[in-house]
């Protein structure tokens, strides 16, 4: 059996970023498998700028920015094997792999970066009724058919789900000529980036129907139309206000879902609200040397954001190879997401981890809110506070913390990552 | 001139043509759709029947009984997967017990005698997430899940290999006879024979019509279902019904073959042969009738819903043999639940029938019952795999990563006897795109591939023949 330091399952952002900072960190013995054609992952497809502005500074494309790792995989000689699947891990750290090379083949790792990235939310997963005819795509298969292939998926449109791919995929449409009739969000409020909303729709007079969501699906061979309804409170739609949309083309927005099946057959431990591993604050999953970065961990709105935690998973695997600042897993602080809060990342921190100066906390909120303060907060000792004018579930928030001030909270104490008000709701 | 057309490339006329084969004569099977299976066959429970719910002295109980003890052989034969999981009818009072007995008693008087009544504790033994208000259940060793298109298909390739012809969008628009000779009009032409067998499925009333036989009615009853993801495979061993009503069988919670739950279906009467579409009133009532069952059942491992139609005939029983009209027509219709069950059992029945209205049966030597056995990659062992992939490198690409299709097993689904000619048949053959992401990832590639193969381009791929198109044209 081939033994390497760290194999990294996945060749996207995410990996790369995280392969580049353990071969920078001392790992000589680092390989990435990909299992497309090609490293970047999704970005890819994604050509359409607005990357990198955090960490680079720049505005760049989705290709650019992927391009920007790739090179520093080249030029650190990172090998990577493509078009190469991961069938298996063990919690022995034994990772599985099959290609059109080497066949079926087994790596005895030291330590393994999961970064397989995420999968769409499909109708199916949505019990979107009606009939099941051709025209229905998730909106990054659709992004793959327009920007990949070449080819248009459809020339009359409706978008279910104002997710950012939706959004880019709506303006995308537009120029290539298709008509984007209007795009439904079943919340009160769009899960996209506001630089999206704006960019994507408002620029193309595309309407977003807030409250809105599809009831049915018409069509036997090809889509022939949607039926639009607006949603009450409860999200329940309004039989009264169903009303037939003619389309041939539905493109879902719905969501991602990290893909975690490999993680899940390991035995490790994942968190029903991100789907993702549970991960320690060095990026460390329930299984000792196994990490996990980007995607995979939780959906991300920002590259950027993936680089960095990745380069955080990259420098942990380094160290617990070279055995560096490995902690005893006994003496955890629970990270636990509190009022207004729907989940953090990472969930625990092990005391003894603490040999940085600062620790990010990254969450999302539960709800639109105003004129809140974000805090982390353990017992009544509230550690760090911030002001926010507005919060929006689709945007990640983060606080970071003093290590100083966590050293002093005792294992087995809950750090409490919450949203106080000053009385004014949303 | 055929001596026997098949009109129906369902389960029906699959077993059927698969029977006539081993016999020396010329044979055809046409459909109007794009592949087999495209009806009733391709969306139902996907059970055999152990056979006790039909009443005594019906075709439907005999064909049953007949046909779930035929389809181990045939699986064998057909390499379909099919696994024997018992089933269990759960009842919640114990006044239940009274309704058990019964279907008990029918069952021993159809042939099943192996049914036994099991009390809670044996139940919950059996079946951990078995609702706590479930107190007895009726347990049939011998029913079993199968699936249902991998069935027709396999059935009807190897009717194909032993000299049967098939000919899909294929669609008959008229009958005549004339001097011993049926005339077919259909899109693809004239086509005549001197035998018809009806085996059209919810259409088979229509075909009957085109002979001027007015004898019976199809009238389509509407089933909902869900699919959940595989991790929830395991969530029953069994197939888990609740007692039967007037409408079938009720709504039942099951393993499917592949690893995924099926539950389903809710039953409505409608009027449109076409009208496979899931609604939300019938998804949730599939939903709410199974957590009768299985409480904790969780939605959120859905991946994806359908509905399909039953073809019950207005007779209620099974409508098999000649045709009052003419004794050369051998209508095989109103074949709903156990229909699958008993298909193959069909198929010697119609063959009988067809024997004492004058066609002659002469054996046929070289009558293989074996297909072809095509090992998926993923169901190789590891050296297996290995070798495979040496030969031919498709055999390491996966296309299809929620269920590890390789570009090898697709490539072998559209060049097989009866090749995949959209991207829903090979679906359907592979179960490339039969995953939690749906074809998300694969679907583009799956496009691609069958281009390559039949020589189109991409804008004439089809999810599932006719306009199902899915792309347009080029972009700018």
Redesign the interface.
């Known amino acids: 059996m081939k033994e390497v330091d760290l194999v990294v399952i996945g060749g996207g952002p995410a990996g790369m970023a995280a392969a580049v900072k353990a071969k920078e960190k001392g790992v000589q013995d680092v390989l990435i498998l990909e299992r497309e054609n090609s490293l970047g992952g999704i970005l890819n497809q994604c050509i359409h700028n607005g990357f990198g502005l955090h960490y680079f500074g720049e505005e760049l494309t989705g290709l650019e920015y992927a391009a920007r790792f790739i090179d520093k995989v080249h030029r650190m000689n990172i090998p990577y094997c493509l078009e190469t699947m991961v069938l298996n891990i063990g919690s022995d750290k034994t990772v599985t792999a099959v290609n059109s090379t080497e066949g079926v083949f087994t790596i005895k790792a030291k330590s393994i970066i999961l970064a397989m990235g995420c999968r769409e939310r499909t109708r199916g997963a949505l019990n979107i009724p009606g009939t099941r005819p051709s025209g229905i795509y998730t909106a990054g298969t659709a992004q793959k058919y327009v920007n990949i292939y070449g080819y248009m998926p459809g020339k009359s449109v409706v978008i279910l789900g104002s997710g950012d791919i939706g959004l880019i995929m709506a303006r995308r449409l537009t120029l290539e000529g298709a008509e984007v009739k209007m795009v439904c969000e079943l919340l009160p409020y769009s899960s996209g980036l506001t630089r999206n909303i704006v960019q994507c729709l408002d620029d193309y007079n595309i309407p977003l129907k807030l409250n809105h969501t599809v009831v049915a699906v018409h069509g036997k061979e090809r889509l022939e139309g949607v039926t639009v309804a607006e949603v009450d409170q409860n999200r329940k739609p309004i039989p009264e206000t169903a009303e037939f949309v003619p389309c041939d083309t539905l493109l879902l927005s719905v969501g991602l879902i990290p893909e975690n099946e490999l993680s899940r057959d390991a035995g490790i431990e994942l968190d029903p609200v991100t789907s993702g591993p549970v991960v320690d604050a060095r990026m460390e999953t329930s299984v000792e040397g196994i990490f996990a970065c980007g995607n995979v961990a939780h959906v991300h709105d920002l590259v950027d954001n993936v680089s960095n935690e990745s380069e955080l998973a990259g420098e942990s695997a380094a160290e617990y190879i070279l055995g560096i600042n490995v902690p005893d897993r006994s003496e955890t602080i629970v990270v636990k997401a509190g009022n207004g809060i729907r989940y953090t990342v990472p969930q625990l921190i092990r005391k003894q981890s603490l040999s940085r100066d600062t620790v990010k906390i990254f969450f999302r909120v539960a709800d639109v809110y105003r004129n809140v303060r974000l805090a982390a907060r353990c017992g009544n000792n509230i550690l760090v506070e911030r002001k926010r004018i507005k919060v929006t579930p689709g945007e990640m928030e983060t606080l970071e913390l003093k290590s100083q001030a966590l050293r002093e909270i005792n294992a087995g104490e809950e750090l409490v990552i919450e949203l106080r008000t000053d009385g004014e709701g949303h | 001139m055929y001596d026997v057309v098949v009109v129906g490339a369902g389960v029906t006329g699959a077993f059927i043509a698969r029977e006539l084969s081993k016999y020396r004569l010329s044979i055809l099977v046409i459909d109007k759709e794009s592949d087999v299976a495209m009806g009733t066959s391709k969306a139902n429970s996907a059970i055999v029947h152990a056979g006790y719910d039909a009443v005594p002295g019906t075709l439907k109980a005999l064909l049953n009984i007949r046909g779930n003890k035929m389809m181990k052989r045939i699986s064998e034969e057909l390499d379909v997967s099919f696994k024997m999981t018992g089933s269990l009818v759960v009842c919640f009072s114990k006044d239940g017990i009274f309704e058990l007995e019964e279907l008990k008693i029918r069952g021993f008087k159809n042939g099943v005698e192996d049914l036994e009544i099991i009390g809670a504790d044996r139940l919950r033994e059996m079946e951990p997430n078995i609702s706590p208000n479930a107190v007895v259940a009726l347990y049939a060793p011998s029913a079993g899940i199968i699936c249902p298109y991998e069935l027709t298909l396999h059935a009807m390739e190897n009717a194909v290999e032993n000299g049967a012809e098939l000919k899909l969008e294929c669609e008959l628009s008229g009958i005549s006879y004339d001097r011993e000779v049926f005339r077919l009009e259909t899109t693809k032409g004239v086509i005549e024979c001197r035998y018809l067998v009806n085996a059209a499925g919810l259409y088979s009333d229509t075909v009957a019509e085109m002979a001027g036989d007015h004898s019976f009615r199809i009238n389509p009853r509407k089933g909902e279902y869900?699919?959940l993801d595989k991790?929830y495979g395991s969530f029953v061993n069994r197939v888990i019904f609740q007692l039967p009503t007037d409408k079938g069988k009720g709504v039942l919670v099951t393993p499917t073959v592949d690893g995924n739950l099926l539950v389903g279906p809710n039953a409505e009467d409608i009027d449109d042969k076409?009208d496979?579409?899931?609604?939300?009133r019938?998804?949730s009532e599939v939903i709410n009738v199974a957590r009768l069952s299985v409480p904790s059942l969780d939605?959120?491992g859905?991946?994806?819903?359908?509905a399909g139609l039953r073809a019950t005939g207005s007779t209620g029983d099974f409508i098999i043999g000649p045709s009052p009209v003419n004794n050369k027509l051998i209508h095989a219709a109103g074949i709903e639940s156990p229909g699958l069950t008993a298909a193959p059992a069909i198929g010697e029945m119609v063959a009988d029938v067809l024997k004492k209205n004058g066609l002659k049966l002469e054996d046929k030597p070289d009558y293989c019952p074996y297909i072809e056995k095509y090992t998926p990659?993923r169901k190789m062992s590891?050296s297996q795999?290995?070798e495979?992939?040496?030969k031919d490198?498709?055999?390491?690409?996966?296309v299809c990563?929620?269920e590890?299709i390789t570009e090898a097993d697709i490539v072998a689904s559209i060049r097989r006897t009866i090749g995949a000619r959209n991207v829903d048949a090979v679906k359907r053959r592979t179960r490339a795109g039969m995953g939690?992401?749906?074809?998300?990832?694969c679907?583009?590639r799956v496009v691609?591939i069958l281009s390559k193969e039949l020589g189109i381009p991409?804008?004439e791929v089809?999810?599932?023949?006719?306009?199902?198109?899915?792309?347009?044209?080029?972009?700018?």
Do not use: M
């Open positions: 869900v699919l991790i076409t496979t579409s899931t609604t939300s019938g998804l939605t959120r859905i991946i994806t819903s359908f990659s590891e795999w290995n495979a992939v040496k490198p498709a055999h390491g690409r996966i990563r929620c590890k939690r992401c749906q074809g998300g990832f679907s583009p691609e991409f804008e089809t999810k599932s023949g006719g306009k199902s198109v899915f792309l347009l044209k080029k972009t700018k």
